[in-house]
């Protein structure tokens, strides 16, 4: 998957758990992406960063943070996950901005009972 | 709002025929347009990208776009049972946010 690495690849937890998934890239692309999947909606956009430490909102921001440390991870946060929240999530690089040509990671599948 | 609309399916065809996807948005504004390719339970995959009005053809892959009318298509030619997946049609707008459709789901019969 184009040098993209989500972890973990599966989780269940508890609502109000914190909750962090990693993307991790080596690809040294400037823009990653944290979508969401749920049937019927296709992909959400949550959170986009287009440097190191710039980050900013996507369609479906609340109840979620983002950080990026280094160019090669980008990290989503649930601070206190609800059920609403239990969805496949899909990290994406692109190496231009405006979100073209995407290139995904496997997934991660957060369940939240 | 901006949205991209599709069928969602199944669209079943037979081995061989072409298939057709549509997709519609809701933005004039809107300048470039993609597919993306889903199996199942996979990650979505690039397979067509097209920015101007016309047909742009890849192997068996069409993809037309009309933005007089703002619908974009997929046809796909001589259909194999490997073809068998979710297609997702994605518009960028001017914000430079790519919008995703829910996906059409194709299923080839052999």
């Known amino acids: 998957d184009a040098g993209i690495t989500q972890s973990p690849r599966h989780k269940v937890t508890e609502t109000g758990t914190p909750v962090t998934l990693r993307c991790h890239q080596t690809?040294?692309?400037?823009?990653m992406y944290w979508y969401r999947q749920d049937p019927g909606h296709g992909l959400r956009l949550i959170h986009y960063?287009?440097?190191?430490?710039?980050?900013d909102k996507g369609e479906v921001s609340d109840g979620y943070s983002v950080s990026r440390s280094k160019t090669e991870d980008f990290l989503l946060t649930l601070e206190s996950a609800t059920s609403s929240q239990t969805s496949v999530y899909f990290c994406?690089?692109?190496?231009?901005?405006?979100?073209?040509?995407?290139?995904f990671g496997s997934g991660t599948q957060l369940s939240v009972l | 709002q901006k949205e991209v609309e599709q069928n969602s399916g199944p669209l079943s065809v037979p081995e061989g025929a072409i298939a057709s996807l549509n997709c519609t948005y809701s933005?004039?504004?809107?300048?470039?347009f993609f597919w993306y390719r889903q199996y199942s339970g996979k990650s979505p995959e690039l397979i067509m990208f097209?920015?101007?009005?016309g047909d742009k053809e890849d192997g068996r892959f069409t993809a037309q776009l009309n933005k007089a009318s703002q619908y974009v298509s997929l046809l796909i030619r001589d259909s194999q049972p490997s073809d068998s997946a979710t297609y997702l049609c994605?518009?960028?707008?001017?914000?430079?946010?790519?919008?995703f459709g829910a996906g059409t789901t194709v299923t080839v019969r052999a």
């Open positions: 994406a690089i692109s190496e231009a901005g405006g979100n073209e040509k995407l290139f």
């Open positions: 690809e040294n692309h400037r823009y």
């Open positions: 960063s287009y440097g190191v430490k710039d980050t």
């Open positions: 933005d004039r504004g809107s300048q470039s």
């Open positions: 097209i920015y101007s009005n």
């Open positions: 994605a518009a960028r707008f001017n914000d430079y946010k790519l919008s």
